[in-house]
Each structure stands twice: as C-alpha cells, then as structure tokens.
C-alpha cells in the first residue's frame, strides 16, 4: 500500500505572529496620531514654557530664567484682565447661542418637508467654509457704509440713516458680531449632534410619553434632553475648546478694536509674542488659556460620568 506523504506545515513567522496580538497592532495604528499630537501640540508647548519664564525676545534672543514674573506683569496689566473677560464672554456666549441655533435647527431638520436632504447639506456650509472666506462676507454685512442689515433696517423705516449703528465701529456692537459670527460657525455641529442625539432616544419612550399626555415642550425638555445631555456637553466641550484658543475671527474681522473691545486671549498673545516680539510675554499670555480650559474640560466630564451612571 503506498502512503502519500502530507506536506509539512511552514512555520508562521515571527514578524505575524506579533501582528496577531490585539495589543501591538492598537498600538502601532496610534503612533502616527501620537507622533501628530506630540509634534504640532506638545513641542509647541514646551517651547511656551521655556521661553514664558525666560527674558527672551526678537530683538534680545539671549535666555535669561525670570521666573514667574512675566505671569505676573501680565496679570497686573489692566488690558490683559479686559481681554480675559472679553474671551469668557466671546466664548460662552457665542456657544450657548450656537447651541440654541442647534437645537431648534435639529427639530426643523426632523421634520419631514420637501427637499430636506438639500436643506441638510447646505446648513454644514458655514463649518466647510473657510474662514477667511466667511469672514470677508461678514465684513461686508456689518460695513458701517454698505451693511445688508442697516439697508434692511432703513427700508423698513426702524432707523434712518444718520441713525444707523456702526456695527464694527462701536464696542458694544462689535463683540456682538464676532459672537454672531462664531455662532454661526459652530451651529451646524451643534445641529448635528442634537441629531445624532434624538434620533438615538428610543421611539417608544416618546410614544409612551405621549399616550401619557406629555405635551412638545414636556417631551423635549423633560424626556429627550436630559437623556441626550451627555452628548451634548461632549459637543459643547469640543466647542468651548476650539472658541477660546481661536483668533481667525478676531483677526480678520475687527483685529481687536475698536480699542481692544473684542481682543481675545488668543489675538492678545500673538500680537504680543509675534507682532511685538515680546516673545516671553506672549507664552505667558498664551499659557494662561490651559488651566481655565483643563478646569472646564475636567468639569465637564465629571458631569457627563455622572448623568451615564
């Protein structure tokens, strides 16, 4: 009887058998963004510290250690406590209307009607377009001589001409813009995480509510938002995170006036450090927005731990 010889088994490599650990492939799938954020986020960072404690500037790059004392004449300047304020305010005010824009968005967008599909992508527009391009059509839309809103305003007889409010022009009217206009920015993913989070409420919650007599408002904000609350702080966190570190708007729009009306954290420190030179000083400014972002953040997520349990 001849017997047919089965074909030896080739050894698995080493190299695969590393791979198949569930371990070492997690980790090299996370080294690119690792490496990402330790390059353009933590090198940067460093950097802030060393030269926030040091003399250093454009026109004297020698490093001197100083200490805390460049914290210190930024916290004694009357201008940087009015920029402080004025980021607190830019920042959660132009969120929170965001979010109300959001929600009340996301309730239209549910509704069924005729070209919602075209309606839905239209309203991601004012996240997808570049800044620099939305801003310049901003700046037309509050121009103290050409402004959309001033002619509308003059048409319907509310002021007259003379009358008519120079919106990047007066303090008070120029920090509403800027906050009008980052609102605007973040309420299309303020509309997209609401609904992400009422389409995840179960129907039969809502059904039951209803049966029960709870009427639109009942409904919405004593079953569907406590019960999407959780995603909404995330957004919100994402929000707070993005507006207080940002400048573009600042920037381009008003750069920082009328006198320093609408000057943010972020614009402070960079004509500071990079406009001015004062290279150590801007670092200081700059590394005043961590602590107040990592106590909010923290907050936020205490928060959030305790609505999941």
């Known amino acids: 009887m001849v017997s047919i010889a089965e074909p030896i088994a080739k050894p698995a490599s080493r190299f695969r058998f590393i791979l198949d650990r569930r371990d070492v492939l997690g980790a090299i799938f996370m080294a690119p963004a690792i490496l ?4 353009l986020v933590g090198l940067p960072f460093l950097l802030a510290m060393y030269y ?17 004392a460049n914290f210190v004449d930024v916290v004694n300047n009357p201008t940087f406590l009015r920029t402080l304020g004025n980021t607190f305010l830019f920042t959660f005010a132009s969120n929170f209307l965001g979010l109300v824009m959001g929600k009340f968005g996301a309730f239209l967008l549910l509704q069924p009607f005729p070209g919602r599909k075209i309606v839905r992508a239209l309203v991601i527009l004012p996240w997808a377009v570049p800044i620099a391009l939305a801003t310049i059509a901003w700046e037309w839309i509050f121009d103290s001589l050409y402004s959309v809103v001033n002619w509308t305003l003059i048409a319907l007889g509310i002021v007259t001409r003379p009358e008519a409010p120079n919106w990047l022009g007066t303090p008070e009217l120029a920090m509403l813009c800027i906050i009008i206009i980052n609102a605007w920015r973040f309420f299309p993913f303020a509309i997209v995480i609401f609904l992400a989070g009422i389409t995840a409420v179960p129907q039969d919650i809502i059904d039951a509510a209803t049966v029960d007599g709870a009427g639109f408002w009942r409904r919405n ?14 957004g919100l966190i994402f929000g707070i995170v993005f507006t207080f570190t940002d400048l573009s708007i600042v920037f ?5 006036g009328p006198a320093g009306a609408t000057s943010v954290l972020g ?3 960079f004509q500071v450090g990079i406009a001015s030179g004062d290279v150590a000083h801007g670092a200081a400014i700059s590394l005043f927005m961590l602590p107040v972002l990592l106590i909010v953040v923290i907050a936020m997520l205490r928060f959030i731990r305790r609505r999941e349990i």
């Not at 904000?221 to 959780?230: A, E, N, S």
């Not at 381009?252 to 920082?256: D, E, I, S, Y």
């Open 52 to 68: 926030s404690v040091s003399a250093y500037t454009l026109y004297n790059p020698t490093w001197r250690f100083v200490g805390l």
């Open 36 to 39: 990402y954020v330790l390059l």
């Open 252 to 256: 381009l729009l008003t750069n920082g």
């Open 267 to 269: 614009f402070q420190g």
């Open 221 to 234: 904000y004593q079953i569907i938002v406590p019960m999407i609350l959780p995603i909404v702080a995330i």
